[in-house]
T-cell receptor, first 111, second 114 residues
């Protein structure tokens, strides 16, 4: 079974608009992480939210976590063309130390 | 800021050949990982490594794969006899500790098996 699954699969917005991406997961977690991947590059860690946190901010990023619904959202406010990338949520497996990544949301910000 | 470096950035090999992908993790990190991403697909976990041994591996990481930390800085992934389906981006990552610690990824090696 899949652990983290993002939706939408792709999102196209105008510069200045907000972008919201969602992630659902299946097992219990102690944290959830969001990563960004520019085309052809490695993943870059954006933000980590712990299971006892409901919301976290980092600059223009806002992440929420609802453990009762097993879901998280990533909001990018006032988007810029440079935000164009794929965004992945990742959760550590219940046992072991590996992070499992979702399929990602491809965000395109048009200028 | 320290970063994970991977070499080569692109490797082309013929089916059946052995390849070694190299990584230099961040120096004070203790956990090391290999992930792969087939074009347009998910980032898949291959293996994690801690204290000079494999701590976890996926079903993908079969007998054709091996990892090694030959010295204090390098972390390698060897594919013994490459198959066409091994063509993918291979990412090395490292982290300070096991839980609640973000992974730091390298920029990957694009492996093309012909």
């Amino acid at each position: 079974s899949q652990q983290g699954e993002e939706d939408p699969q792709a999102l196209s917005i105008q510069e200045g608009e907000n972008a919201t991406m969602n992630c659902s997961y299946k097992t219990s977690i102690n944290n959830l992480q969001w990563y960004r991947q520019n085309s052809g590059r490695g993943l870059v860690h954006l933000i980590l939210i712990r299971s006892n946190e409901r919301e976290k901010h980092s600059g223009r990023l806002r992440v929420t976590l609802d453990t009762s619904k097993k879901s998280s959202s990533l909001l990018i406010t006032a988007s810029r063309a440079a935000d164009t990338a794929s965004y992945f949520c990742a959760t550590p497996m219940e046992y072991g130390n590996k992070l499992v990544f979702g399929a990602g949301t491809i965000l395109r910000v048009k200028s | 800021e320290p970063e994970v470096t991977q070499t080569p950035s692109h490797q082309v090999t013929q089916m059946g050949q052995e390849v070694i992908l190299r990584c230099v993790p961040i120096s004070n990190h203790l956990y090391f990982y290999w992930y792969r991403q087939i074009l347009g697909q998910k980032v898949e976990f291959l293996v994690s490594f801690y204290n000079n041994e494999i701590s976890e591996k996926s079903e993908i990481f079969d007998d054709q794969f091996s990892v090694e930390r030959p010295d204090g800085s390098n972390f390698t992934l060897k594919i013994r006899s490459t198959k066409l389906e091994d063509s993918a981006m291979y990412f090395c990552a490292s982290s300070k500790d096991r839980e609640s610690s973000p992974l730091h990824f390298g920029n990957g090696t694009r492996l093309t098996v012909t």
